[in-house]
């Protein structure tokens, strides 16, 4: 053998032998569910340098041997799992860890959705408006949205001012949350109206009791839970535009929501909508000056991983809002003809103009939010907003003040939270954290007309803790509890002889600070300790029939408005007067409800009983002629009441069968397809003052509807539907009616009853519509754009509602005919 073969034959062994050494190592590994560190069996790895699939066992174990030294990527995969990648430097035999997540929100989320009447993982009742149901209000407001859910209704002044009423309860004893954020906009006032484009929402989660802790104790009617879009991790873009006229306002709206959407984690979001209408009309007359004026923004940016995420956004929110011209009247004797006659004393013609008396309102948000989640524990999830709220309101003015707002407030609400979720357990969830808020209140003080609200600082400092427990597969339980301390810092000028007439020189000489003229400066300081406890049970029977029944307590302090006010609210022409010595409000709520989803039936039965004690309620008392005119008093007050009531709702398929091939046996096959669907609704209140057994005022009065849908009539995509709203005649009302001097043409005086106490009657309306789906040539399923006609009040029917304070001087609006266009991009 020559040396140079010698030496080449000794090189390849010694290669041989190295490799034989470095391709020894064992790779071997768990992998297991990042919330609960439970083994997951069947998960595949996926080697992809030997392009080499291995699977683990019955405990979640895999194992590589023969491995060579060197870097490997593996993709790590398990049904139901978001899938992983990680690259493993092997330089000896090595044991790892691998955690997937199990897509448990994602689920959950879908789960509720189909579902719209119940939240399976909730003992309280709540609802669910999905987001086709969103789009048709996307002309509206979020009150009127809202009105589609049995046991909620609107209480509104005029056309454009709707506030939410859930189980006859309204204002700050509903809490509004958009996008993970308390609403702070001024929204004590029955003409306050939540700042809210109803555009950015997803879904809408109504929930009708005070279960929803993390958001604050004090919502004892309820909490509204306005959600975005998911984020989706892949590479795509999204969107949607909306268009809508409509012949009574003779104006429209148009939307535009665009996502951009990263498989990184990355995303943008924006939102832009803007509405213009001029004034409505009732079936027999212009409603003057009732047109309005809309435009919002909304901005996101954010990254989301499972593990960790962090976004920031921001919304703007305008609006311009006219306040019916015969609401203001110059004098007691206009005023009593007016309510008493139910004819405007003003009726101009049409008019896209926005005149006094008039609100205009602007809205800033920002928020920033990041979470972390951490194997076998939970989610920590941090957020802090600010939000600045704008109102002005004018009123008819002449001379040097003409055009200048007589109530101009800024409201500056900062909020901070931490929230940790434990759902490492499958049984057992649980939810504990703490927030806080600072809020300033400005009013400017050189309108020229007495501030209605003072200038004051707010402070509140909460913490709070929920359980949820599967007892078994069929059996839930959940309880909660939070604790809040509540300081509120004032600054207000009473009148010397009314401070005294209200014995307030008696209750509170510690706010005096100081005599100027006929006036008491005073610096009333307020502190509630407040308290919040839920409890429920769910039992399923089966997969179709279920039972809740939650308890509830929660306490509400007075808030601003029902202090403080004190003079003329020039949105409503009303003259209101706080009290500064009211309690905080204390409910007991027993909330059940039974649920059915079997088949083609879907059926929600929701009976519930408050006890709250020191209800505060606005009423009427007189009428005050002030240097602007006569106008209505109302005086808050309190007493202990009883609540009670029912909601029912539901819903029923027809199916039709369409043969669709002939096997060889001449058996047809059949596709099945939703041919009609009958939806219906009912809901029932009744609220009593105990100790005098009389009526509350304001008590949505008992009502229903009923709505039919055709599916592909005709042609495919095409669709029906006509829908009766009847209201029925309140019967249960207190006696507010008052007498007034009235000025005779022959001269004297006449003592008159102002009716400001009789419900309107009852009525019903009709409504109907058809739409037109376009659908995508690349996938059947998916819809590209709808083209729907609707035609709201078809027969113009004259009616007034109970739950507007414009009834007293007007009819509601008359006969709408719309025209929407969505496109999804």
């Known amino acids: 053998m020559k040396t140079p073969t010698l030496w080449l034959l000794i090189m390849l062994f010694a290669a041989l032998w190295s490799t034989a050494q470095d391709c020894a190592y064992t790779l071997e590994g768990t992998v297991k569910d990042y919330h609960d560190n439970s083994s997951l069996e069947l998960a595949t790895v996926y080697i992809a340098n030997l392009q080499r699939t291995v699977s683990t066992d019955v405990n979640g174990s895999f194992k590589i041997k023969d491995l060579c030294a060197g870097v490997y990527y593996l993709s790590i995969a398990h049904i139901d799992c978001e899938p992983k990648k990680i690259t493993v430097d092997l330089t000896n035999s090595q044991k790892i860890e691998i955690l997937l997540e199990h897509h448990v929100e994602d689920l959950q989320t879908i789960k509720v959705i189909a579902d719209v009447h119940d939240d399976h993982n909730n003992t309280q009742s709540t609802t669910r408006i999905k987001k086709e149901t969103v789009q048709n209000y996307s002309g509206a407001t979020l009150g009127d949205a809202l ?7 609107s209480l509104k002044t005029g056309n454009s001012v709707v506030k939410p009423v859930i189980h006859g309860l309204y204002g700050s004893r509903v809490a509004i949350v958009n996008d993970g954020i308390r609403q702070q906009d001024q929204e004590w006032g029955i003409e306050h109206a939540p700042n809210i484009d109803v555009n ?27 959600e975005p879009a998911r984020i989706i991790s892949k590479d795509t873009l999204t969107g949607t535009i909306i268009s809508q006229v409509q012949s009574n306002g003779r104006g429209g709206s148009i939307t535009g929501s665009l996502n951009n959407y990263r498989k990184s984690g990355w995303y943008q979001q924006v939102t832009a909508t803007y509405k213009r209408l001029g004034d409505y009309e009732a079936p027999d007359y212009v409603l003057s000056n009732t047109g309005n004026e809309t435009t919002a923004l909304n901005l996101g940016i954010g990254f989301k991983s499972f593990e960790h995420g962090a976004n920031f956004k921001y919304s703007y929110y305008e609006s311009s809002l006219g306040i019916l011209r015969a609401s203001h009247i110059g004098n007691a004797a206009d005023l009593v003809r007016s309510i008493n006659s139910g004819t405007p004393t003003v009726i101009n013609d049409f008019t896209y103009a926005i005149d006094v008396p008039r609100q205009e309102v602007a809205h800033h948000s920002l928020r920033f939010n990041a979470f972390k989640r951490f194997a076998s524990l939970g989610k920590l999830e941090a957020d802090y907003s600010l939000q600045f709220n704008n109102r002005k309101e004018y ?22 939270s931490l929230n940790m979720l434990f759902d490492a357990n499958k049984t057992t969830t649980v939810n504990v954290g703490i927030d806080g808020m600072y809020q300033v209140n400005t009013p400017d003080a050189n309108t020229g007309v007495r501030r209605l609200i003072p200038d004051y600082n707010a402070t509140k400092v909460g913490t709070y803790l929920s359980v949820n427990h599967h007892l078994k597969d069929n059996w839930i339980i959940d309880a909660g509890l939070r604790l809040d301390s509540y300081k509120i810092d004032a600054d207000k000028f009473y009148f010397q002889t009314r401070w005294e007439s209200l014995g307030y020189d008696q209750q509170f000489p510690q706010f005096e600070i100081r005599t100027e003229g006929n006036q008491l400066l005073t610096n009333p300081v307020l502190d509630y300790d407040l308290f919040a406890f839920t409890a429920g049970t769910k039992y ?6 279920d039972l809740a029944v939650n308890l509830s307590s929660a306490n509400r302090a007075p808030n601003p408005s029902e202090l403080f006010s004190d003079g003329l609210h020039h949105a409503l022409a009303t003259i209101e007067l706080g009290r500064l010595d009211l309690d905080k409000e204390q409910s007991y709520k027993l909330n059940t409800s039974f649920h059915v989803n079997h088949g083609k039936l879907d059926l929600e039965f929701n009976p519930y009983l408050n006890f709250v004690s020191d209800f505060i309620q606005l009423v009427p008392t007189s009428i005050e002629t002030t240097t602007r005119g006569a106008f209505p008093v109302y005086q808050y007050e309190q007493l202990d009441a009883r609540l009670w009531g029912m909601d029912v709702s539901a819903s029923y398929d027809f199916y039709s069968k369409q043969p669709v091939k002939q096997t060889t046996e001449n058996e047809l096959v059949y596709k099945v397809k939703r041919l009609l669907n009958f939806n219906s609704q009912f809901s029932y209140i009744q609220g009593t003052d105990i100790e005098a057994d009389e009526p509350l005022i304001d008590m949505p009065p008992a009502q229903f509807s009923n709505t039919i849908t055709w599916f592909n009539a005709v042609n495919t995509g095409l669709e029906f539907y006509l829908t009766n709203h009847t209201v029925l005649e309140q019967t249960r009302f207190p006696n507010n009616n008052y007498e007034v001097n009235v000025p005779l043409e022959t001269g004297g005086f006449e003592m008159r009853e102002v009716n400001i106490s009789q419900p309107p009657a009852a009525y019903s309306l009709w409504n109907a519509g058809v739409s037109y789906g376009f659908f995508s040539k690349k996938n059947p399923k998916v819809r590209k754009s709808l083209l729907k006609l609707s035609v709201l009040n078809i027969f113009n029917t004259s009616y007034r509602n109970y739950l507007n304070r414009q009834r007293f001087y007007a009819d509601d609006v008359g006969r709408d005919i719309q025209l929407q266009f969505i496109y999804n991009i």
Do not use: C, E, P, W
């Open 200 to 226: 950015t929402a997803s879904s809408i989660q109504v929930i009708k009791g005070a279960s929803a802790l993390r958001y604050g104790g004090d919502a004892i009617g309820g909490t509204i839970i306005i």
């Open 147 to 153: 009105s589609s859910v049995a046991g909620v209704s």
């Open 540 to 545: 399923f029977f089966n997969d179709h029939y």
């Open 395 to 416: 009123d008819i003015r002449r001379g040097s003040n003409a055009g200048r707002a007589s109530l101009d407030m800024d409201l500056m609400t900062h909020n901070a």
